[in-house]
């Protein structure tokens, strides 16, 4: 972990917890797997594998109707990022 990657990982160990919290179901544990490999990727500083993930945790948190808390540390992790270096969009954002 260097000093770049040190406070996305501390973001996604907040978010890991309130993901694993969720009732549990086949979405639920796909999002956690997801975001396991997202914060591996982010330890390795896989710029792809970073978006790709980042692109999957959101569309998953959606499709759960993930609760505020989550949805707003996802926001946090995003925008840490992005403060970073990192790219999270295959696009510009909105």
């Known amino acids: 972990m260097s000093e770049r990657t040190a406070p996305s ?7 890991l917890p309130l993901l694993k919290a969720m009732p549990a179901s086949t979405e639920q544990a796909s999002l956690v797997e997801e975001t396991e490999a997202l914060r ?10 970073i978006r790709f993930r980042m ?4 569309r998953l948190l959606k499709a759960v109707s ?3 808390p989550a949805t707003q540390a996802f926001d ?3 925008h ?15």
């Open 55 to 58: 692109h999957n945790v959101e």
């Open 40 to 49: 591996r990727a982010v330890s390795a500083f896989h710029m792809e594998a």
């Open 76 to 78: 946090d992790l995003r």
């Open 66 to 68: 993930a609760p505020a």
């Open 9 to 15: 990982i501390a973001k996604l160990d907040t978010l």
């Open 80 to 94: 840490t990022l992005e403060a970073a270096g990192f790219h999270t969009r295959s696009h510009a954002a909105p």
